[in-house]
């Protein structure tokens, strides 16, 4: 008795063996939902991931952005897999995020998709985050865990 772990992928019905596990990287962008950019640059714009069974854990990173002329709701495209249901994922880090002091910030899919909100929270009530929260020339981390279908 005991984990399987086979050299190659081959499904089984076996529930000890371990038969959908993955690692890679994506390429995450920051899009105006339901407004616009004039221009939008990165140094940096990297994601990576591990997927055991439906269980996706990553990390993303945006570098020194420059924007002009944003309107709208910020929304983080790009994940590496579809959200299976209504999830919040946690922000580690917004360096040059404009926001209510004190809020909490986080992340949250609608329930299908492969796109990420990002929300604060402050007094009760959570508001998206639009993209004139996001200053130029600063860093943006996510990281967290979800479930795919």
Known sequence: AGITFPATQS????????DDYEEGTFTP??????????TLTYWQQTGKYTK???CVTFEIQFGSYTKT????NAQITNMPFAFSDLQKVYIAQGDTLTYTSGAFLFCYNNGSGTDLNPYQQAAGTATQLTNSAFGNSGTFRV???????
């Open 52 to 54: 055991i069974g439906n």
């Open 143 to 149: 990281s967290g865990l979800y479930f795919t279908s």
């Open 69 to 72: 002329a944003n309107t709208g």
């Open 29 to 38: 962008t920051l899009v105006p939902a339901g407004g616009s950019f004039t």
């Open 11 to 18: 499904a089984s019905t076996d529930a000890n063996t371990l």
